[in-house]
């Protein structure tokens, strides 16, 4: 049996609830929160220069999530988030969905929805940016388990007028909207009308929020503009091949700098909402809240440093991102979980804090970290394994990451034995060492870096052939539908 098929097995063995019942309340309320292109170092806490006072709250009131991981970009980070599994495995790892992309997650796998509807989450939310799929509606949230949707298909819509390839991208359920306000206002206080909406049932909620923000295209309100004039310019530009810090002169680098800073600035004031709404019904000792970014913030732009590398890229820049969870009297208060977390993590151990007894789904790559998250575990051991190949198979980056080390690969696919090997490029670092990947020990260590590079070659090797395709291909001559609107029944 293939080694990743085992440790899916394991994995699914070991997240399955009520091997362990944690000490807890019965179903808590589940509010995820989602930024996107949101730097390492784009958070206060994280010491950060711009101010991110009620993101920084969850990490104080709960626990900052110290070696969180998530895929190089949106899409694939948003599929292992509800299904708990490497997309790669359904073929959405490879590149995000854009506007011109047919197809979307496959409708076969089950979602966070789905698992929470059959015990009882009567009111499934999602409010933002799906970004899973947009050609059909069997693709639709509102498909994929969840009982209400507001947001957009796509990824970087015009926060002002909602528009995305001249045609405006923003719904409420099916249907078109036509709301007028700032794209992330516009999440926040639809998702804290449905938090007070559901407060007081009987029966618990999950509020998944999506935010577009900081994401291009670079807009800010206004009134936010002036707070961020002085914000230096953002360092570590392509600090992974070419090690190359990005030079202070560059003006229109350092002017969406400044434009990020703001934006993150109503990112925070959207999360200060929504743990308002929560405190001020009553319900936060029932609620878990979990704040992660998407990915790396982008180079040059979102600040990742001390880490290595940016968005879309498997360095530690992109893919290791600020996290922070929260649960009054459940996770102990202004702790730092130091074991590696991920995405993938979500499902499995959601599953356990809503008590579901059985999963009808796929094996689950992702753990259930329940006790690591509230302090009975203070370690865990795990393999996490990382791709992205959104600019074509020439040029595909895929690690394997241990708790004490990381190996990654930069060039030709990996599984084509034809290809030059010699353009392939390879790093082995002492991750839990060295988390700025400053130091390439692959030559002091080859039989290791020999090992863990079968295992790479076996998780490329799991990406059906109907993968989404590299992210340009199709995008001459698009032209989006009217309103978005979706086919299918």
Not at 238 to 256: D, K, M, Y
Not at 345 to 370: S, Y
Request: aromatic fraction near 10%; glycine fraction near 10%.
């Amino acid at each position: 049996m293939p080694t990743l098929l085992v440790s899916a097995l394991l994995a699914l063995s070991a997240c399955t609830p009520g091997t362990t019942e944690p000490d807890v309340a019965a179903r808590p309320n589940i509010v995820i929160l989602l930024a996107d292109d949101l730097g390492w170092t784009d958070v206060t806490f994280h010491g950060g220069n711009i101010a991110t006072p009620n993101i920084d709250r969850i990490a104080a009131e709960g626990a900052e999530l110290a070696r969180y991981y998530v895929a190089p970009v949106c899409s694939p980070t948003r599929a292992g988030l509800l299904t708990g599994r490497y997309p790669i495995r359904y073929g959405s790892m490879r590149a995000v969905y854009p506007p011109w992309r047919e197809g979307g997650m496959d409708v076969s796998e089950l979602t966070i929805a789905d698992v929470l509807a059959e015990v009882g989450y009567k009111h499934r939310g999602v409010f933002g940016k799906w970004h899973l799929g947009h050609t059909d509606k069997k693709y639709h949230p509102l498909r994929r388990g969840f009982t209400e949707f507001y947001g957009h298909y796509n990824g970087a819509v015009d926060y002002f007028t909602h528009e995305r390839e001249g045609e405006v991208d923003w719904h409420d359920g099916f249907e078109p909207s036509s709301d007028q306000g700032y794209a992330t206002d516009l999440i926040a206080d639809r998702a804290v009308k449905f938090i007070r909406a559901h407060a007081g049932d009987a029966e618990p909620f999950l509020c998944y929020v999506p935010f577009n923000a900081p994401h291009s295209p670079f807009q800010a309100k206004e009134e936010h503009l002036p707070l961020y004039e002085d914000l230096p310019p953002a360092r570590g530009f392509f600090q992974g091949l070419q090690g190359v810090e990005p030079s202070s002169t560059n003006e229109a680098r350092h002017r969406n700098r400044k434009i990020l800073g703001a934006m993150v600035h109503s990112l925070d004031q959207g999360v200060g909402k929504i743990l308002d709404a929560i405190d001020q019904t009553g319900i936060a000792s029932n609620t878990f809240v979990l704040f992660s970014s998407d990915n790396g913030g982008v180079g040059g732009i979102g600040e990742n440093t001390p880490l290595r590398g940016a968005k879309a890229s498997v360095f530690e820049g992109g893919i290791r991102v600020a996290a922070a969870a929260r649960w009054p009297g459940q996770i102990p208060l202004g702790q730092k979980i130091e074991a590696p977390l991920a995405n993938i993590d979500i499902l499995p151990t959601v599953m356990r804090l809503a008590g579901v007894e059985r999963f009808h789904g796929k094996p689950l790559d992702g753990l259930d970290v329940v006790d690591v998250l509230t302090g009975r575990q203070d370690s865990l051991e795990r393999e996490l394994f990382n791709y992205i190949g959104q600019t074509g198979p020439q040029s595909e980056q895929i690690s394997y990451m241990t708790n004490d080390w990381k190996l990654v690969v930069v060039g030709p696919i990996v599984t084509d034995e034809t290809a030059d090997d010699a353009l392939r490029k390879r790093f082995l670092f002492k991750i839990s060492e060295d988390m700025a990947e400053e130091h390439n020990v692959l030559d002091e260590n080859r039989e290791l870096a020999n090992s863990m590079y079968e295992k790479v070659k076996e998780f490329r090797a799991l990406q059906p052939e109907d993968a989404v395709v590299p992210y340009n291909e199709g995008r001459e001559g698009f032209q989006a539908p009217p309103h978005w609107e979706l086919p299918g029944e």
